[in-house]
């Protein structure tokens, strides 16, 4: 189920509840069993959903309303806030700090718009007054280094990358070093993907972040993954130990698929999200707005 589906499923839930003329426990209850059953088929973790529904209960707390107390709005807002809680985990994600090099790795399938969101990236904290810079440690696809490149002058972003070395370790420490030097303060490593999960991939993984020791490491997820989001971030997350998650698409029809599955999986918080192909199409993700336009 795409995530647009679903926000249509938990609204008409709730409209039909408080639309309806006989607005009792019963009925209060039903929402709450049509909610969960949404969330359970987008594949939300089944513990999460549990917390959701105890949570509405106890908010709502049916059973001592108050006389006169507008019901209708105190559901709504009580699955609001839960479902913001949701794709809230909590968990600061990673900063960096002017006046020091801060190494950021993005990790992700082939596809998934790593190469792309590494510029906006770059983009976006240069314009911020960070010294940005690019490294392409994508010695498998070919073409990946002349795509990095293009982008980069584009946005006239330094770049490091190597034609010849195969090794994506070695372009990635080369690179990393050199930049380290020139004292660049926001380092962004491109990593290659592969069109699925393979050992292949995870082993890269682990040897481009043992030669850059990345302060931070970013999963990119295309919104339109859906019901794999789960197990592939979950997968991702246990070997490379991602702290942020980046959505890109979001702007397509899944407007931002998967995305409650993976920070629910990995409780990694969305950091940002990818809203078009140009450079400036990058924002920052904030769990209200998104809830808000989930619903609709
Ligand atoms: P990579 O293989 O993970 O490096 O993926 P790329 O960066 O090459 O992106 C794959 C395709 O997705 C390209 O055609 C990008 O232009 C496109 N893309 C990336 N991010 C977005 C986005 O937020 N919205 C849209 N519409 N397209 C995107």
Same mark, same amino acid.
Request: charged share 25%; net charge positive; aromatic share 6%.
């Given at each position: 189920?795409?995530?647009?589906?679903?926000?249509?499923?938990?609204?008409?839930?709730?409209?039909?509840?408080?639309?309806?003329?006989?607005?009792?426990?019963?009925?209060?209850?039903?929402?709450?069993?049509?909610?969960?059953?949404?969330?359970?088929?987008?594949?939300?973790?089944?513990?999460?959903?549990?917390?959701?529904?105890?949570? *509405?209960?106890?908010?709502?707390?049916?059973?001592?309303?108050?006389? =006169?107390?507008?019901?209708?709005?105190?559901?709504?807002?009580?699955?609001?806030?839960?479902?913001?809680?949701?794709?809230?985990?909590?968990? %600061?994600?990673?900063?960096?700090?002017? !006046? +020091?090099?801060?190494?950021?790795?993005?990790? /992700?399938?082939?596809?998934?718009?790593?190469?792309?969101? #590494?510029?906006?990236?770059?983009?976006?904290?240069?314009?911020?007054?960070? +010294?940005? #810079?690019?490294?392409?440690?994508?010695?498998?696809?070919?073409?990946?280094?002349?795509?990095?490149?293009?982008?980069?002058? &584009?946005?006239?972003?330094?770049?490091?990358?190597?034609?010849?070395?195969?090794?994506?370790?070695?372009?990635?420490?080369? =690179?990393?070093?050199?930049?380290?030097?020139?004292?660049?303060?926001?380092? *962004?490593?491109?990593?290659? /993907?592969?069109?699925?999960?393979?050992?292949?991939?995870?082993? %890269?993984?682990?040897?481009?972040?043992?030669?850059?020791?990345?302060?931070?490491?970013?999963?990119?997820?295309?919104?339109?993954? !859906?019901?794999?989001? @789960?197990?592939?971030? &979950?997968?991702?997350? @246990?070997?490379?130990?991602? /702290?942020?998650?980046?959505?890109?698409?979001?702007? =397509?029809?899944?407007?931002?698929?998967?995305?409650?599955?993976?920070?629910?999986?990995?409780?990694?918080?969305?950091?940002?999200? =990818?809203?078009?192909?140009?450079?400036?199409?990058?924002?920052?993700?904030?769990?209200?707005?998104?809830?808000? &336009?989930?619903? /609709?």
């Amino acid at each position: 189920m795409v995530l647009q589906d679903l926000g249509r499923r938990i609204n008409a839930a709730v409209s039909d509840l408080t639309r309806s003329s006989n607005l009792d426990e019963k009925a209060f209850d039903g929402m709450i069993k049509e909610i969960c059953a949404a969330l359970l088929e987008a594949d939300v973790n089944v513990k999460l959903v549990g917390n959701l529904r105890k949570s *509405i209960k106890q908010t709502v707390n049916f059973k001592e309303l108050a006389p =006169g107390v507008n019901k209708k709005r105190l559901i709504q807002k009580a699955v609001f806030d839960e479902l913001v809680k949701l794709v809230d985990p909590h968990a %600061e994600p990673f900063k960096p700090k002017k !006046g +020091r090099s801060n190494v950021i790795m993005f990790v /992700g399938l082939q596809g998934a718009g790593k190469t792309t969101t #590494c510029t906006k990236l770059a983009r976006h904290y240069q314009s911020r007054g960070f +010294r940005s #810079c690019l490294v392409c440690a994508d010695t498998f696809r070919a073409g990946a280094f002349d795509q990095l490149k293009q982008n980069a002058t &584009k946005a006239k972003i330094p770049y490091y990358g190597s034609l010849t070395q195969t090794d994506p370790s070695i372009v990635a420490r080369e =690179g990393v070093e050199q930049f380290k030097k020139e004292r660049f303060e926001v380092i *962004i490593v491109d990593t290659s /993907g592969r069109h699925r999960q393979e050992q292949d991939l995870f082993d %890269e993984m682990v040897q481009i972040q043992r030669a850059v020791t990345p302060d931070q490491t970013i999963m990119v997820l295309d919104a339109s993954i !859906g019901q794999q989001a @789960e197990a592939q971030s &979950k997968a991702f997350k @246990e070997t490379a130990d991602f /702290g942020a998650i980046i959505i890109t698409k979001t702007d =397509g029809n899944a407007s931002g698929g998967g995305a409650i599955s993976a920070v629910a999986a990995t409780h990694t918080p969305i950091v940002f999200i =990818g809203t078009g192909e140009h450079m400036l199409d990058l924002e920052r993700f904030s769990p209200q707005p998104f809830v808000s &336009k989930l619903l /609709g």
